[in-house]
C-alpha cells in the first residue's frame, strides 16, 4: 500500500487540463430546430452504424447525448431502426462483412435520407484502406452527404456535420 501511494505521489496528475467553455454553438439552437423541422416537420431521428469501426467514433458520438451538447433539446435524437431514421450516421471502414447490411439499413431508411460519415476511416478507409476484408470508405457502398474527418472527431465537428447535412438538404 505504501509503494503504491509513493508511486501516485510521485507520477502527479497524469490527466490533461478541462477545455474552455465554448458556448458558441449554442448561440441559434432556436434556429438549429427550426431549420431542422422546416426540412422534416418533426425531430432528426439518427441511426448510428458500427461498419467495422475501433469504437474511438463511438465514445465522441455517446459523448454528444451528455447534457453538455443536449442533442434531445435539439430535436435530435438517435433510434434503434432505420426505418424510423432520417439520418445514418456511419463509422468505421466498412468490413465486407457489413457491406450488405449497410445498404439495407440505407435502403430502409425513409426520404429525404441522410447519411454522414464520421472518422478518417469512414471517410477514407483510414489505416484498412481496401482489401479482401474491407470496403474501405462508407461512400463506396453508399452514398455520402456530408464526411467528417477525425481519428476520432471531437463531439463538436460530429454536431457540426450532422447540422451541415441538414442544411445542405434544406430546400
Request: glycine residues 12%; hydrophobic residues 40%; proline residues 8%.
Amino acid at each position: 500500500m505504501l509503494l503504491l501511494a509513493r508511486q501516485i505521489l510521485r507520477a502527479g496528475l497524469c490527466t490533461e487540463k478541462a477545455p474552455e467553455a465554448n458556448d458558441d454553438w449554442r448561440v441559434g439552437g432556436e434556429r438549429i430546430q427550426d431549420g431542422i423541422l422546416r426540412l422534416l416537420g418533426r425531430a432528426l431521428a439518427i441511426r448510428q452504424v458500427d461498419a467495422g469501426s475501433c469504437n474511438g467514433c463511438e465514445l465522441e458520438i455517446h459523448a454528444l447525448n451528455n447534457p453538455y451538447y443536449n442533442l434531445e433539446g435539439r430535436g435530435i435524437r438517435f433510434v434503434a431502426s432505420p426505418r424510423h431514421a432520417d439520418m445514418l450516421l456511419v463509422t468505421g471502414p466498412v468490413a465486407a462483412n457489413m457491406k450488405i447490411a449497410l445498404q439495407r439499413a440505407y435502403e430502409a431508411t425513409p426520404e429525404p435520407k441522410l447519411v454522414v460519415a464520421v472518422g478518417d476511416c469512414g471517410c477514407t478507409g483510414g489505416i484498412f484502406g481496401e482489401s479482401y476484408a474491407s470496403c474501405g470508405r462508407v461512400s463506396n457502398v453508399i452514398p455520402v452527404d456530408v464526411a467528417v474527418p477525425g481519428c476520432p472527431p471531437p463531439p463538436l465537428e460530429i454536431l457540426r456535420g450532422i447540422l451541415g447535412a441538414v442544411a445542405a438538404k434544406r430546400p
